[in-house]
């Protein structure tokens, strides 16, 4: 468990060094960022070298929360998307037809059990004779 922790913190100080490499050739190559200039020249109340001091930290900090903000930006994005619940697929209705209208019955033999009517083709099942209308109603 030392190991770890030991090992850790050697890493973190090479990361520091980096960081603070990063900004020396910064300054060096005169990309200065002004709001932090700015706020350094406040931090050293107008001393031109103690602001160049406390510019470094304030750089340095703004890299290291750069870092943070990015890393959590991508922790939420590499987090996968819930998917919504899968519903259970739900069995198709069949919406009937509108009631077909009553055959004109005078020339028809069969005549539907349940109300009389022409049954032109058996809607029921068996020796039952059910006509179109009826096996709509009850359907």
């Not at 973190?12 to 020396?24: D, H, I, L, S, T």
């Not at 200039?37 to 510019?55: F, I, P, R, T």
């Amino acid at each position: 468990m030392f190991r770890k922790i030991a090992d850790a913190a050697a890493l973190n100080r090479k990361q520091m060094e980096a960081v603070y490499e990063m900004v020396a050739v910064e300054i060096e190559q005169g990309d200065v960022k002004k709001g932090l200039w700015a706020q350094a020249l406040v931090k050293s109340e107008g001393d031109q070298s103690k602001a160049e001091a406390a510019y470094l930290k304030l750089r340095v900090q703004a890299i290291l929360d750069d870092k943070h903000l990015l890393e959590s930006v991508f922790r939420e994005f590499s987090n996968p998307i819930p998917k919504p619940p899968v519903q259970e697929e739900q069995a198709e209705v069949e919406v009937p037809d509108p009631p077909p209208e009553r055959d004109d019955d005078s020339n028809w033999k069969w005549r539907c059990d349940s109300c009389g009517g022409a049954v032109k083709a058996n809607y029921g099942s068996g020796n039952t004779l059910i006509c179109k209308y009826c096996a709509y109603k009850n359907a």
